[in-house]
């Protein structure tokens, strides 16, 4: 019989959806969808029972000011509105000392089939992250990302079910131990501009897109017009079955669609520019492309909430007759805002 890839679907990076240890978005040769925050079985046949959870005191972390690695500032296309009518200028407008709290919802869906097998595998995450921005001048912003709480589970065809929260206070399963860590902790110190396009970033430089867009918003320099676009690039590499790697290429299309009471809607769309014909290479992106909207409130300055979905399948990705399903929803809405005062340790100029 042959043996199932890794499947466990993206849900359970998204709480962790900035950060990565496998650079260039590279995923292992003949791989499909894999988790950042998830072992491979290879790694977990090891593990007979659930690990402690690290004492608080672990986690603190010490007084430091990150290094900020300067990141190439990506190039916009912009284009006009064939509609005409009047513009509206898009600007990030945060300051020192605000925090943002969002909570996200990833639900998803696997269903492979190779050969007579069949294995669906579900997952869900439930997080809570915050932007604490603790510096902002002559339009440069600088936030840390924190994730506060997770509620996770995930089955995989008839196996029990694993669930995870934060909340309760118990040991985490080693399949959700990245995950546990992460709690409390600065993932990224990031810095963007007034487009929203990330400058700087205390995390490796380019992490992976992972198919929902960047950390922000992408926002065009020009005031735009209902019917107005933008395009973003992006890239990640892939494995070739003979080993060696490829780079593919992806688009982010962004379409104003409305501007109602001081807040604009606007679509989002991927779309692939580098052409794939083997069914492999395809299973390797098909957690990249996702369809939905962004709401960005013009007068605070900022996305206050996010909605995609992913509706892929491939044929064939593992011989004739198999076949990848992936569906997923991803939802993210801002729920508070409030002050705080930044530490003088990651006060910048």
């Known amino acids: 019989m042959l043996r199932f890839m ?7 990076i998204a709480t962790i959806c900035f950060t990565s240890s496998s650079v260039d978005g590279q995923q292992p040769a003949g791989s499909g969808l894999k988790s950042l925050l998830v072992r491979d079985a290879a790694d977990q046949s090891s593990a007979s029972g659930k690990v402690p959870a690290k004492p608080a005191s672990m986690k603190e972390e010490k007084p430091s000011t990150p290094k900020l690695n300067p990141v190439e500032r ?17 600007r990030y407008k945060f300051t020192a000392g605000t925090r943002v709290v969002s ?15 069949e294995e669906d595998a579900n997952s869900r995450t439930v997080s809570q992250k915050t932007w604490d921005f603790v510096s902002a001048e002559k339009g440069k912003m600088t936030f840390e990302y924190r994730i506060t709480s997770i509620d996770m589970s995930q089955r995989k065809g008839s196996a029990e079910e694993l669930r995870y929260s934060s909340k309760d206070g118990e040991a985490p399963h080693p399949q959700f131990q990245s995950a546990a860590d992460s709690i409390g902790r600065v993932i990224s110190t990031v810095t963007i501009d007034e487009q929203g396009l990330i400058i700087a970033r205390s995390d490796e430089i380019n992490p992976p897109s992972l198919g929902m ?7 065009p320099e020009k005031a735009v017009a209902i019917g107005g676009s933008w395009e ?25 669609d409305k501007v109602s009471l001081g807040v604009a809607t606007v679509s989002v769309r991927s779309e692939m520019i580098t052409i794939i014909t083997d069914p492999k290479e395809e299973a390797q992106v098909l957690q990249q492309l996702s ?5 960005f409130d013009m007068e605070a300055g900022r996305m206050i909430a ?6 892929k399948r491939v ?17 993210e809405e801002v729920t508070k805002t409030e002050s705080f005062t930044p530490p003088s340790r990651t006060a910048r100029k």
């Open 6 to 12: 890794n499947l466990t679907p993206l849900c359970l």
């Open 74 to 90: 990506k190039t916009i296309k912009e284009n006009a509105s064939a509609e005409g009518g009047e513009t509206h200028l898009l």
């Open 103 to 117: 909570e996200v919802t990833h639900l998803a869906k696997t269903n492979t089939k190779i050969d007579v097998t």
């Open 213 to 219: 867009g960047d950390i922000t918003l992408p926002l």
């Open 232 to 256: 973003c690039p992006r890239e990640m590499r892939i494995r070739r079955e003979d080993g060696s790697q490829k780079v593919v290429r992806f688009r982010e299309l962004y379409k104003l």
């Open 291 to 295: 369809n939905g909207t962004v709401r």
């Open 306 to 311: 996010k909605d995609l979905t992913w509706d």
């Open 315 to 331: 044929i064939d990705f593992a011989g004739p007759g198999s076949s990848m399903e992936y569906n997923s929803r991803l939802s």
